[in-house]
């Protein structure tokens, strides 16, 4: 949500800049393992080629939680300018979100190349993606990182392939963008590089995540159609509140569907973020707000809030 350790190697150098000033360190060409986690939230836009079914939304918001095992090569250095270009490789595990989906864990290996200079980077990659669907994806952008608070951003556009189970093949490109703070796993690191050095693989996990959530949310299960009923008959706790997830249809059918639950209001979040409440029974004007922001009911399965 990352093959992902494209700028690990990066970071590597600016670290060895930045923490000790040794000539061994600056010197390029030495391997340096790196491990570490990042959580990254960001956004991407698709474009999908698939079979019937396929239900990738072309814009959606996107968390992947990755651990990441990186090996990264400074190939060149400039220490009065802090640049250089660098090679890195390795492998990942992702946990990876979005509305409407399921939680699922993606994992593969990657290889990437790219170039820093003071705060920023450029990148390009490849992954492979091992499981749970055969596929991949191959990345390129550019982004900031800050050796002080290791936070990372990145943006680009990517390309993918992925054979899911659902539908058959998939093919997905588009742009992405993410955030994330890189946390080390201090034992990976060699003793003789500074703590920043995790920055690298996590520069490289974060650039990866938004192309590997997009591919692999291709394989998302489709979802049914519209059917103006909740998906489970909701379930009311001691506080007289139940969550719920409405199948679509029009307020008519959600207004309905809550009287056949028992429910006497309906909590749902409109476009802007802002939760607009449904009196079920109402009159008229007491639920204009909530049919004016959702003039077209609901196209797609949508969380709610069901009070008794």
Do not use: C, H
């Not at 990437?112 to 994806?137: C, E, H, L, M, Q």
């Not at 392939?161 to 955030?179: I, K």
């Amino acid at each position: 949500m990352r093959p992902i350790r494209g700028m690990a190697g990066v970071l590597l150098a600016i670290a060895m800049l930045a923490a000790s000033g040794s000539a061994r360190a600056q010197v390029p060409g030495g391997a340096t393992d790196v491990s570490g986690n990042v959580s990254v939230r960001g956004s991407y836009t698709a474009s999908v080629t698939a079979a019937a079914g396929n239900t990738l939304p072309p814009n959606e918001n996107y968390q992947a939680d990755v651990a990441f095992v990186s090996t990264s090569t400074i190939t060149s250095l400039d220490p009065s300018t802090q640049s250089g270009t660098f090679t890195s490789s390795g492998s990942y595990a992702a946990q990876i979100s979005a509305s409407g989906v399921p939680n699922f864990d993606a994992t593969g290996t990657y290889v990437a190349t790219g170039s820093f200079a003071a705060g920023r980077y450029t990148v390009n990659g490849s992954a492979k993606i091992a499981a749970p669907d055969a596929g991949s994806v191959t990345f390129n952008g550019t982004g900031t990182y800050n050796l002080g608070t290791f936070a990372v951003t990145a943006s680009g556009v990517y390309a993918g392939d992925l054979q899911t189970a659902e539908f058959g093949a998939a093919r997905v490109n588009g742009n992405y963008d993410g955030s994330a703070v890189v946390i080390l796993k201090p034992q990976a690191i060699n003793a003789q590089i500074a703590l920043p050095t995790s920055l690298l693989g996590g520069m490289g996990t974060t650039a990866m995540s938004g192309p590997i959530a997009a591919v692999m949310l291709a394989r998302r299960a489709p979802m049914p159609a519209p059917s103006g009923a909740f998906v489970e008959p909701p379930a009311f706790g001691p506080g007289g509140q139940s969550l719920a997830v409405f199948m679509g249809g029009t307020t008519g059918e959600l207004e309905a569907a809550a009287v056949a639950a028992g429910a006497s209001g309906v909590w749902a979040q409109d476009a802007v973020g802002q939760y607009q409440l449904l009196i079920v029974g109402g009159p008229a004007f007491a639920n204009a707000a909530f049919r004016s922001a959702f003039p077209r009911g609901f196209t797609t399965a949508t969380g709610v809030t069901l009070t008794r």
